[in-house]
């Protein structure tokens, strides 16, 4: 397979007929992950992408990637979400271009925006890295009450409420457009990984005590 014979772009309306797998997809990348994840219904995705919010990858008519935006707080935050490359397409760097794409629609939609993601998974987070984004405390992201329940379809949601949202499994990164890091000040993701169970453990003990 070549990565040069797939097309990334932004989506149109003609590719919500790929709603469906779309969820199939993202559900089975949560289950292998072992990981939680907000629910998303058919409709939700197919709104993304006649809403000019998403992100497609396709090798031919076949779709083999996706991602969207939404915004939040009367548009102060976007939040990019549901990344997910077809298992037969993955090792070629896919992720990273789509990642790409969806920061492109994001600063052109929305260009005085934070931008935000709240993910377990640590390539997410080394290719948001690689775009400036800054590991956060939750209390620095959107405090929009429709984000955070997007958040009760998770399998982690408890973790979330007992926190008071502070933290959960997730990690939260945050791209300020007034305030983009130089590369040498840019985060590592595996050491920022480390840190954030090691915190997260610590914090949980205490609460169990």
């Avoid at 007929?17 to 997809?25: C, E, F, M, N, Q």
């Avoid at 993202?26 to 629910?39: D, F, H, N, V």
């Avoid at 959107?142 to 990690?171: A, P």
Wanted: proline share 5%.
């Amino acid at each position: 397979m070549d990565k040069k014979d797939i097309t990334v772009k932004f989506a149109e309306p003609a590719e919500a007929k790929y709603a469906d797998l779309i969820v199939r997809l993202i559900y089975e990348s949560a289950l292998q992950r072992g990981t939680g994840i907000a629910k998303r219904t058919p409709e939700y995705i197919a709104q993304k992408i006649n809403s000019g919010k998403s992100v497609v990858a396709l090798h031919g008519d076949r779709l083999v990637g996706f991602s969207y935006i939404e915004s939040w707080g009367h548009g102060d935050f976007v939040a990019t979400s549901g990344l997910i490359v077809d298992p037969e397409y993955r090792h070629l760097g896919l992720a990273g271009a789509i990642k790409a794409k969806t920061f492109e629609l994001a600063r052109l939609r929305f260009p005085f925006a934070k931008l935000f993601s709240i993910t377990t998974s640590l390539p997410v987070m080394k290719l948001n890295s690689r775009m400036g984004y800054k590991p956060v405390t939750f209390s620095e992201l959107t405090d929009d009450e429709e984000f955070w329940r997007g958040c009760e379809g998770c399998k982690n949601y408890d973790i979330l409420q007992r926190n008071n949202r502070r933290m959960c499994l997730c990690t939260g990164m945050l791209f300020d457009p007034q305030q983009p890091l130089p590369e040498k000040d840019r985060p590592n993701p595996y050491i920022m990984k480390v840190k954030n169970s090691i915190n997260k453990l610590l914090h949980l003990k205490r609460v169990e005590h």
